[in-house]
């Protein structure tokens, strides 16, 4: 019948279209936003995964995602070619970059990993190949520092032998609710063409906004982590406030939340790779641009100097005491990740050792040699007698141990619970 012939032209036409489109697609760097990402485009893609680590490729092989975002049933059920040799991206002719962008010791941008990877990409790019970035930057990296990288490795020209777009990730280490198929991805291209090809292949896996440029995109990134920031300065802010006052921050927070337009939001230490990395990357531009940033720096310096606040709390209840010892237990940048990375606990640990307090270390998530190199401190047993337990980092698992008498019949105190004593 014509209209089930119709019907069949249009689905061969479909077909045909998306065939013509299929994409090879290598995702580079294997951690918290690369992993997910390369399982869920998997389920639609030929994917490679690579990584320079090779222990984390051989980890992978085996099914095992020690960050805890994809879990081993994920992990089988994708097809993924795994590999540390660099010589895969060359059957690649979508690339995704996502890598580390940290700050170094002067709180400036540190583009070691986004230079590194171009370098790597760009000596194995295909011709006719698009190149997409996920880390978070401030506006005109992409196109300003990472694309003269690719050509001078590849000899090749942006615009006629390759493109660029951007996208940035979304991720929220330990959230299972606000995962990359639930949350909206900006996807931006250095042209029409290139925009649609981005927007494609992350529709294939979430919803989409397309930006109108890839320096709007970095510029949205960036901005989304400078508001919580700021909105999280302002809690610590009134909660020394409010701690001089000898009132309870979280119960003027309870009763102002019963409004229906306040934001809720909550004190507290703020680490970890975006947060408290971030709005150091627009400050620095906006300063390269004449500007000095006065609020986004302000919040910055009140949330770096939270660790104090708390460290002078433990001290003056141990000089009442007489204590001298102290188990810190949970040592990641927040609850139920094993991601330590800019721990401000670590801060913490340090100030109550400059008062000559021995300070040990507990995190169920972290391994001995882990805890004891990067956080200066000896890795003890949870039922080790110590004169005071600080939950600085409420995992599941510590709240669980506490219920359960672990501790002992030591004084144990949550960070939280030093706001207004």
């Known amino acids: 019948p014509?209209?089930?012939?119709?019907?069949?032209?249009?689905?061969?036409?479909?077909?045909?279209?998306?065939?013509?489109?299929?994409?090879?697609?290598?995702?580079?760097?294997?951690?918290?936003?690369?992993?997910?990402?390369?399982?869920?485009?998997?389920?639609?893609?030929?994917?490679?995964?690579?990584?320079?680590?090779?222990?984390?490729?051989?980890e992978l092989i085996q099914g095992e995602d020690r960050s805890g975002e994809v879990?081993?049933?994920?992990?089988?059920?994708?097809?993924?070619?795994?590999?540390?040799?660099?010589?895969?991206?060359?059957?690649?002719?979508?690339?995704?970059?996502?890598?580390?962008?940290?700050?170094d010791k002067y709180n400036k941008p540190d583009l070691y990993f986004m230079e590194s990877a171009s370098k790597i990409v760009g000596e194995n790019l295909?011709?006719?190949?698009?190149?997409?970035?996920?880390?978070?930057?401030?506006?005109?990296?992409?196109?300003?520092?990472?694309?003269?990288?690719?050509?001078?490795?590849?000899?090749l020209k942006c615009g006629v032998d390759f493109k660029v777009g951007y996208s940035p990730e979304r991720i929220n280490p330990g959230d299972r609710e606000h995962?990359?198929?639930?949350?909206?991805?900006?996807?931006?291209?250095?042209?029409?063409e290139a925009?649609?090809?981005?927007?494609?292949?992350?529709?294939?896996?979430?919803?989409?906004?397309?930006?109108?440029?890839?320096?709007?995109?970095?510029?949205a990134k960036v901005i989304e982590n400078i508001q919580r920031d700021l909105n999280i300065a302002l809690m610590n802010e009134l909660a020394v406030i409010f701690d001089k006052m000898g009132i309870d921050v979280h119960d003027v927070l309870e009763a102002a939340g019963t409004k229906w337009n306040f934001h809720k939001y909550h004190p507290g230490l703020v680490g970890g790779h975006c947060i408290g990395v971030d709005p150091y990357y627009l400050t620095y531009t906006a300063q390269g641009y004449g500007y000095h940033p006065e609020v986004i720096l302000a919040?910055?310096?009140?949330?770096?100097?939270?660790?104090?606040?708390?460290?002078?709390?433990?001290?003056?209840?141990?000089?009442?005491?007489g204590g001298e010892t102290v188990l810190i237990a949970g040592l990641t940048f927040k609850p139920n990740v094993p991601d330590y990375?800019?721990?401000?606990?670590?801060?913490?640990?340090?100030?109550?050792?400059?008062?000559?307090?021995?300070?040990?270390?507990?995190?169920?998530l972290l391994e001995k040699e882990i805890v004891e190199k990067e956080f200066g401190i000896k890795y003890v047993d949870p039922s080790v007698k110590a004169d005071l337990v600080v939950i600085a980092v409420e995992h599941r698992q510590l709240q669980k141990?506490?219920?359960?008498?672990?501790?002992?019949?030591?004084?144990?105190?949550?960070?939280?619970?030093?706001?207004?004593?």
């Open 2 to 58: 014509t209209v089930e012939i119709e019907q069949g032209i249009k689905e061969f036409i479909k077909w045909y279209r998306e065939y013509h489109q299929m994409r090879t697609i290598a995702v580079v760097g294997l951690g918290y936003v690369g992993l997910p990402l390369a399982v869920a485009l998997a389920k639609h893609f030929p994917i490679i995964g690579f990584d320079v680590n090779t222990k984390r490729i051989e």
């Open 71 to 103: 879990s081993q049933g994920e992990l089988a059920y994708v097809q993924i070619e795994y590999s540390s040799d660099p010589a895969v991206l060359k059957r690649a002719n979508f690339i995704i970059i996502c890598v580390p962008t940290p700050i």
């Open 126 to 155: 295909l011709q006719g190949s698009i190149v997409v970035y996920e880390s978070t930057v401030y506006p005109g990296v992409t196109e300003e520092v990472c694309v003269p990288i690719l050509e001078k490795a590849s000899k």
């Open 179 to 192: 995962t990359i198929h639930t949350v909206t991805k900006i996807v931006s291209g250095m042209d029409e």
């Open 195 to 219: 925009l649609n090809m981005v927007d494609y292949v992350y529709g294939k896996i979430t919803t989409t906004h397309r930006a109108s440029s890839i320096k709007v995109a970095e510029a």
């Open 299 to 321: 919040g910055r310096r009140i949330n770096d100097a939270m660790h104090s606040f708390y460290a002078q709390k433990i001290i003056r209840m141990m000089r009442k005491s």
């Open 341 to 364: 990375r800019n721990s401000r606990v670590k801060h913490l640990i340090k100030e109550l050792q400059e008062y000559n307090l021995t300070v040990y270390g507990y995190d169920p």
């Open 401 to 421: 141990m506490h219920e359960g008498g672990v501790f002992g019949n030591t004084k144990v105190i949550k960070l939280k619970e030093l706001h207004g004593k």
